[in-house]
């Protein structure tokens, strides 16, 4: 008896593989889990290999995307803006910069600390966290040409809640792939935001430390150029 029912339960758990295309779709569509069910999403998303690289990739350009056609779409009456003063390399820097910090800061520190997670699954984590930000900023977007002055407050609290939505999701997720208690997983939280910090100052010493040294080389080479 139980090894029929052994039997069948394997035969049951046999399903045939998937190709690519699927599971990159099947990926895809579980960020829309985790975002309604984080804490269960984001374990499975790295310890049952539910996301991948790919999924996470494209929820990156998304967001990435979505905040460039903001600037084209949204009504002028929520935004303003002056397309001669833009550089859209730095703009999306603002976005990949912060991000690339908090990746490599909270993995540094949690390896330190028993932290459970690997540096591609904080990434992969971190861009399944985003998934808020297009699904909700896209509509808004649209609904952006739509209102009046007055109604442009409801489009703010909504815009804002998107962020707050998918930065509790970050939360969450690094929690889960870290198998930190709540506690802890806020502390290091903290300790993430304030390595962030650590790491900006050293690049702005370590910058200006190369411009400066360009600087002299530049003026000694002219200096040797006019005795020349």
């Known amino acids: 008896m139980f090894l029929a029912e052994t039997g069948e339960e394997m035969i049951a758990n046999i399903k045939p593989d998937m190709t690519i295309k699927e599971k990159y779709i099947d990926s895809l569509k ?78 540094g520190l949690t390896t330190l600390f028993d932290g459970k997670g690997k540096l591609g699954q904080v990434y992969m984590a971190t861009c399944y966290a985003l998934t808020p930000y297009p699904l909700i900023q896209f509509p808004l977007m649209v609904f952006s040409n739509f209102v009046t002055v007055e109604e442009s407050q409801f489009y703010s609290v909504l815009s804002a809640l998107s962020l707050v939505y998918a930065a509790i999701l970050v939360v969450v997720a690094m929690g889960q792939i870290h198998e930190y208690t709540a506690q802890k997983n806020i502390l290091f939280t903290v300790a993430t935001l304030f390595a962030m910090l650590v790491m900006i100052f050293i690049l702005m010493i370590f ?22």
């Open 207 to 228: 910058f200006s430390m190369i411009s400066q040294g360009v600087a002299y080389f530049i003026s000694l080479a002219r200096e040797l150029m006019f005795r020349i």
């Open 30 to 107: 579980f960020a829309l889990y985790c975002m309604t069910h984080p804490l269960d999403g984001f374990w499975d998303l790295t310890h049952e290999k539910r996301g991948t690289f790919a999924a996470a990739n494209t929820i990156l350009v998304l967001t990435l995307l979505i905040r460039i056609l903001k600037l084209r779409y949204t009504s002028f009456i929520i935004m303003t803006v002056y397309w001669e003063d833009l550089n859209i390399f730095l703009y999306l820097a603002s976005i990949l910069f912060p991000l690339s910090l908090w990746v490599v800061g909270n993995w």
